[in-house]
């Protein structure tokens, strides 16, 4: 049975879980029960048991970012002029603050640093995010724009 990085022994039970509630985080705990075959008191307790765990880190509604009229979605790939703990969190703070930002990541193997994602109603938005915030943050040498087309896949962690 394998452990987690936390330790967290997970069996059939709780990958089971976690399965069903990364698709259908809404399903009440009595057809969560239902489904792994267990009853719904032991149910609770693993899931509260996952969530204290930390395995499960929340719980979170999915919208639609085309019925909001967010129709344009950026991958940004950024370089810093430099690679230390300073500059990276200057950068780091900088964004959070940008609503835009739907995610951040610092990657390796490219000519860039960071890759964001981003979501905005349109391109003059996405004109003023770029030359009026993400460009503005010390540090930033370059930012390299692709758009995304379609999205073809979004699925849960495989467990």
Known sequence: MPSSENGYRLDRYDRHILEL??????ISNQEL?????LSPSPCLRRVRALEESELITGYRAMLDAKRLGLNLMALLLISMD??????????????RDIPNIIECLLITGQEADYQLRVIVHDMDE????????INSIPGVTSAHSSFVLRRVLEQPLPL
């Open 126 to 133: 996405y004109q003023d995010l770029l030359l009026n915030h």
């Open 33 to 37: 029960a239902d489904r792994i075959g």
């Open 82 to 95: 430099q690679h230390n703990s300073e500059r990276f969190s200057t950068f780091e703070k900088a964004i």
């Open 21 to 26: 509630l990364q698709r259908e985080g809404r």
